[in-house]
């Protein structure tokens, strides 16, 4: 039962996460300024971080973690930035919240397919094939 827990609380913090960011992001698209309520939001989660840190990692020092800063962690920051602009911007355009969603997730999975395949050697089987197909087929009826 506790490697259940260990395996899956991260995937449920992932999913209960996202659907609250889905729906406030569709929000803030309405918002007269979508950039600066992202912003706040960037504050937001630097303060939580510094206080999950503090928390979890009693002994460290975040300084000293975070100086000089990991190549990766810039990177990861302005991916985060493209994700939540570019979603709040698809929905102030009028994308549908359970359309707009799926389509791009349906997108990033077969590129990221393509890219563990191609970068990391991973495999990929007919089976991943015909599911890049039939996810392609769904997408069409649903975005149709």
């Known amino acids: 039962m506790n490697d259940f827990f260990a395996l899956w609380w991260p995937v ?10 889905q729906i406030c992001a569709r ?5 007269k300024s979508p950039l600066a309520a992202l912003g706040m939001t960037y504050l937001v989660s630097a303060c939580l971080c510094a206080l999950l840190f503090e928390l979890l990692v009693p002994e460290g020092h975040i300084l000293h973690e975070i100086w000089p800063p990991h ?7 302005l991916s985060i930035t493209g994700l939540e ?11 549908p919240m359970n359309i707009g969603f799926l389509v791009y997730t349906a997108l990033a ?10 970068m990391y050697a991973e495999s990929l089987s007919s089976v ?4 890049i197909f039939l996810a392609a087929s769904g997408m069409f009826c649903i975005v149709r």
């Open 27 to 31: 929000r803030l698209s309405s918002h």
């Open 85 to 95: 602009v570019g979603s709040i911007f698809m929905y102030r355009v009028g994308w």
């Open 128 to 131: 991943q094939y015909l599911g």
């Open 109 to 118: 999975i077969v590129v990221l397919l393509v890219v563990g395949h191609f």
């Open 12 to 21: 449920f913090l992932v999913v209960f996460a996202d659907v609250a960011y």
């Open 71 to 77: 190549p990766a962690a810039l990177l990861v920051g």
